[in-house]
């Protein structure tokens, strides 16, 4: 239940791109409180076991629900398909992931039904897109992008390179899944290349549906809150915290790329190994 204060809304990912879950929720829900954790010391996710993915999302879930968070979003597509049911039976409060809503962006979209998700190499591997998808009579291709991240994180979301690589694998994964018709952007950091996607989309002679995670995700996430905490959202101006595993001055930097607004103070936590 929410506090005097209001309702505080917990985001967990890995690292940055769980921010532009947050940027939709702050459209979404502007007069709650939220509480934001990059576990940046323990990155990539993708790289560990899923029993250490577990015991790394764990703990970082534990951190924001000791930090007053209500409700809790894993804004981490590998964390989501590794760790969720973990999560949400050692957590008291209500947990999101990204892959469910992402999922039902796609079947809300009303296409005829044939995906490509576009993800990291981690998500693709574990097939919890079209696990998911194929709930709800979707047929799903994923395709791994591992060179977009670091695109991403280095700044050329608007960059030929960035253009040529994201051509390179629509290429290989329409060759695959030539009848597809929709798009999901199965991680956070797609977001901010959706345009340059959509630009390489057209020039392929493609253009098709795009579904945002991150965007769907948020959608599901105001609309529990609607139904858990109808009267916890807090008047006046929200607060935002920001906490990062390691590097808080690079958080700040990239941070406002992903939010769409300045990250200017990133508090240093340390979760162990």
């Not at 990912?13 to 979404?28: A, K, M, Y």
């Not at 044939?114 to 097939?127: K, P, Q």
């Not at 992008?145 to 290429?171: A, F, K």
Request: aromatic share 6%; charged share 20%.
């Amino acid at each position: 239940m929410a506090g005097a204060d209001g309702l505080k809304v917990g985001v967990f990912d890995s690292g940055f791109g769980g921010l532009t879950v947050l940027r939709e929720l702050v459209e979404l829900l502007p007069g709650v409180d939220s509480i934001y954790l990059g576990d940046t010391a323990r990155l990539p996710y993708g790289s560990k076991s899923r029993e250490t993915i577990s015991r790394y999302a764990v703990s970082s879930a534990r951190f924001l629900e000791e930090q007053g968070a209500d409700l809790l979003v894993i804004a981490c597509n590998t964390a989501t398909a590794m760790a969720l049911e973990d999560i949400q039976v050692s957590l008291p409060i209500p947990v999101i992931g990204v892959i469910e809503p992402g999922a039902a962006g796609v079947a809300a979209a009303g296409r005829a039904g044939h995906v490509l998700v576009l993800a990291t190499a981690a998500t693709v591997s574990s097939g919890a897109y079209t696990r998911a998808l194929a709930r709800m009579g979707l047929k799903a291709y994923e395709k791994a992008c591992p060179l977009l991240v670091p695109l991403v994180e280095e700044g050329w979301v608007s960059h030929p390179v960035t253009d040529e690589v994201i051509r390179i694998y629509l290429e290989e994964a329409l060759a695959a899944a030539p009848e597809t018709d929709t798009l999901l952007l199965g991680c956070t950091h797609y977001p901010l290349i959706e345009v340059a996607i959509r630009r390489v989309l057209e020039g392929m002679g493609r253009p098709m549906e795009i579904v945002d995670s991150a965007k769907a995700t948020a959608l599901a996430t105001a609309k529990l809150v609607t139904e858990r905490f109808p009267n916890a959202i807090r008047m006046g101006e929200p607060r935002r915290s920001f906490f990062a595993t390691d590097s808080v001055d690079k958080f700040r930097r990239l941070g406002g790329n992903f939010l769409g607004q300045p990250v200017d103070e990133v508090l240093l936590v340390d979760l162990g190994g």
